[in-house]
């Protein structure tokens, strides 16, 4: 063989051999030791937490609850009460926060379920309860009128608790006692005392009107250790029915949605005796109606001993002040009707007039009295209607 190409075939074959280091080391930076690629590594789970903790049972109604999403988002929350009500509440828009949107109830469980997703799709489920205080006391609101009744177009609206409200906490107690009507109406509370707040509009209620009061204090403490009730109420406003009484000239006349039924002769309280059974000017309300009722002068403080002393039953009886007013049948006085005032403060007219006057008349409608120098005292009875709206106002925790 020629030397010089047994030379050529010798370099050619220890290039070759070179080359093979160079190309097993490019291979061997992209697998393992087994020859396979490396697995990209995993997303950490997302965590949850809810809020408030439930280590102590007792959280507060009016916290919020929170359930929150670390390294990942959240793909279902409840929270429900043991009876199954859901509590409403929303996510975020970054869908990594639930809050609740409602008031807790008070000495309630409630369940919380969560699950949140990591970036890989992995799912973290979280299960665990809270549970709400057990009050010291509870304030239960009596509401008048009551629901489902009809009542007349001067009938405030009445609420007196059983436990008295702080003074620090009267604004939170109104903006939580919500009046709607279906004919919109302004109007405003006032506070009568620490356990009685009386809401009126600012007219006459609209005839005819359908009235709605929520009462939202589930989660309201109204005083230290002390939480409100939630109620609801509806009621209806029947047929606008303003009566007038001339003390003067002894006459009641009787206006319903605006037209004059009738003129009715009566009598009212005489002037004698120091002025105390005058009948007193004013706008007043009926508070009840009786077919019958006792009418005693003990009840005022007039004794058996007194000349003035009376104990006598009478029909058809309309309660209009605190203090004893009545509209009612007197047939012993029909003679003096719509010619002298010799009652104690009553409004006596006929059996026949006092039998119509009440079948006629329901709770809450008006009767203005006008023709005496002795004016309704504040609070005696219904009586919203004797001062104007703006002092009215003054009254409110809202407006002062």
């Given at each position: 063989?020629?030397?010089?190409?047994?030379?050529?075939?010798?370099?050619?074959?220890?290039?070759?051999?070179?080359?093979?280091?160079?190309?097993?080391?490019?291979?061997?930076?992209?697998?393992?030791?087994?020859?396979?690629?490396?697995?990209?590594?995993?997303?950490?789970?997302?965590?949850?937490?809810?809020?408030?903790?439930?280590?102590?049972?007792?959280?507060?109604?009016?916290?919020?609850?929170?359930?929150?999403?670390?390294?990942?988002?959240?793909?279902?929350?409840?929270?429900?009460?043991?009876?199954?009500?859901?509590?409403?509440?929303?996510?975020?828009?970054?869908?990594?926060t639930w809050t609740s949107a409602a008031a807790l109830a008070l000495e309630s469980t409630y369940a919380v379920h969560a699950v949140a997703a990591n970036a890989d799709g992995v799912a973290t489920t979280t299960?665990?309860?809270?549970?709400?205080?057990?009050?010291?006391?509870?304030?239960?609101?009596?509401?008048?009128?009551?629901?489902?009744?009809?009542?007349?177009?001067?009938?405030?609206?009445?609420?007196?608790?059983?436990?008295?409200?702080?003074?620090?906490?009267?604004?939170?107690?109104?903006?939580?006692l919500r009046v709607t009507a279906s004919t919109a109406v302004e109007g405003s509370w006032k506070w009568r005392s620490d356990t009685k707040v009386e809401f009126r509009p600012a007219q006459y209620w609209p005839?005819?009107?359908?009235?709605?009061?929520?009462?939202?204090?589930?989660?309201?403490?109204?005083?230290?250790?002390?939480?409100?009730?939630?109620?609801?109420?509806?009621?209806?406003?029947?047929?606008?029915?303003?009566?007038?009484?001339?003390?003067?000239?002894?006459?009641?006349?009787?206006?319903?949605?605006?037209?004059?039924?009738?003129?009715?002769?009566?009598?009212?309280?005489?002037?004698?005796?120091?002025?105390?059974?005058?009948?007193?000017?004013?706008?007043?309300?009926?508070?009840?109606?009786?077919?019958?009722?006792?009418?005693?002068?003990?009840?005022?403080?007039?004794?058996?001993?007194?000349?003035?002393?009376?104990?006598?039953?009478?029909?058809?009886?309309?309660?209009?002040?605190?203090?004893?007013?009545?509209?009612?049948?007197?047939?012993?006085?029909?003679?003096?009707?719509?010619?002298?005032?010799?009652?104690?403060?009553?409004?006596?007219?006929?059996?026949?007039?006092?039998?119509?006057?009440?079948?006629?008349?329901?709770?809450?409608?008006?009767?203005?009295?006008?023709?005496?120098?002795?004016?309704?005292?504040?609070?005696?009875?219904?009586?919203?209607?004797?001062?104007?709206?703006?002092?009215?106002?003054?009254?409110?925790?809202?407006?002062?």
């Amino acid at each position: 063989m020629d030397i010089q190409v047994r030379r050529r075939t010798l370099v050619g074959a220890l290039l070759a051999a070179a080359a093979v280091p160079t190309t097993l080391t490019a291979c061997q930076s992209d697998r393992g030791a087994s020859g396979e690629a490396s697995a990209a590594p995993s997303a950490a789970p997302a965590t949850v937490t809810v809020s408030p903790a439930d280590a102590s049972a007792q959280v507060r109604p009016d916290t919020p609850v929170t359930v929150t999403a670390a390294g990942g988002r959240l793909t279902e929350v409840t929270v429900t009460a043991a009876d199954g009500t859901p509590l409403e509440g929303a996510l975020d828009a970054a869908g990594t926060t639930w809050t609740s949107a409602a008031a807790l109830a008070l000495e309630s469980t409630y369940a919380v379920h969560a699950v949140a997703a990591n970036a890989d799709g992995v799912a973290t489920t979280t299960d665990t309860t809270l549970t709400t205080l057990v009050p010291s006391a509870t304030a239960f609101p009596a509401v008048a009128p009551l629901s489902g009744s009809e009542v007349g177009v001067g009938m405030p609206i009445i609420v007196t608790f059983d436990e008295p409200i702080a003074d620090d906490r009267r604004t939170v107690v109104e903006q939580n006692l919500r009046v709607t009507a279906s004919t919109a109406v302004e109007g405003s509370w006032k506070w009568r005392s620490d356990t009685k707040v009386e809401f009126r509009p600012a007219q006459y209620w609209p005839a005819h009107t359908q009235v709605h009061l929520d009462v939202d204090l589930g989660a309201v403490e109204v005083s230290p250790g002390v939480w409100g009730t939630t109620r609801d109420i509806d009621f209806t406003i029947g047929s606008a029915m303003v009566s007038q009484v001339d003390i003067a000239a002894h006459t009641l006349t009787v206006t319903r949605d605006g037209e004059v039924l009738r003129t009715i002769p009566v009598t009212l309280g005489q002037s004698g005796s120091g002025g105390q059974f005058v009948t007193r000017s004013g706008t007043k309300v009926i508070m009840s109606l009786e077919a019958a009722r006792e009418m005693n002068s003990e009840t005022t403080g007039i004794g058996q001993d007194d000349p003035n002393y009376y104990n006598v039953d009478v029909k058809y009886a309309m309660r209009l002040t605190n203090s004893g007013e009545f509209l009612h049948a007197a047939p012993w006085s029909v003679a003096s009707q719509g010619r002298a005032n010799v009652s104690h403060g009553c409004t006596g007219m006929s059996t026949d007039d006092a039998k119509w006057m009440f079948d006629n008349s329901k709770v809450g409608d008006v009767v203005v009295y006008t023709g005496s120098d002795r004016t309704i005292e504040p609070g005696n009875g219904f009586n919203v209607w004797n001062e104007t709206y703006e002092q009215w106002q003054q009254g409110s925790a809202l407006h002062a």
